[in-house]
């Protein structure tokens, strides 16, 4: 069954959730491993973005790159695609998860 309580509850939520803080603290993390010579067990993040989404703010975008120079984020912008990436640029997607390891 499909519970539109725990929808609303998950949607009032979200804006209240700090991605940036998350990304900066598997950052922290991946240095840590890094640091004790563990590589194998370093975390790496790929975030797709849609190029199309107005939620990409240059701001957003900047912090993005900031984030980027921990050395554990890699991003990717599929600039055709809206919010569902995986239907406005599958191929785009698919190419991407290939460059990063994923087997299909």
Same mark, same amino acid.
């Given at each position: 069954?499909?519970? !539109? $309580?725990?929808? +609303?509850? *998950? !949607? %009032?939520?979200?804006? +209240?959730? &700090?991605?940036? #803080?998350? !990304?900066?603290? *598997?950052? &922290?993390?991946?240095? /840590?491993v890094s640091a004790s010579g563990?590589?194998? /067990?370093?975390? +790496? *993040?790929?975030?797709?973005?849609? $190029?199309?989404? +107005?939620?990409?703010?240059?701001v957003v975008r900047m912090e993005?790159?900031?984030?980027?120079?921990?050395?554990?984020?890699?991003?990717?912008? =599929? %600039? /055709?695609?809206?919010h569902w990436v995986h239907v406005?640029?599958? /191929?785009? =997607?698919? #190419?991407?998860? #290939?460059?990063? #390891?994923?087997?299909?």
């Amino acid at each position: 069954a499909f519970d !539109l $309580g725990v929808v +609303r509850d *998950v !949607l %009032e939520d979200f804006p +209240r959730q &700090d991605f940036a #803080g998350m !990304l900066r603290d *598997v950052g &922290d993390r991946h240095a /840590e491993v890094s640091a004790s010579g563990d590589e194998a /067990e370093a975390s +790496r *993040v790929n975030l797709v973005m849609a $190029g199309k989404n +107005r939620s990409w703010t240059e701001v957003v975008r900047m912090e993005i790159e900031d984030i980027k120079k921990m050395g554990h984020l890699d991003a990717h912008v =599929l %600039e /055709e695609a809206g919010h569902w990436v995986h239907v406005d640029d599958l /191929e785009g =997607l698919m #190419g991407l998860m #290939g460059k990063c #390891g994923f087997k299909q």
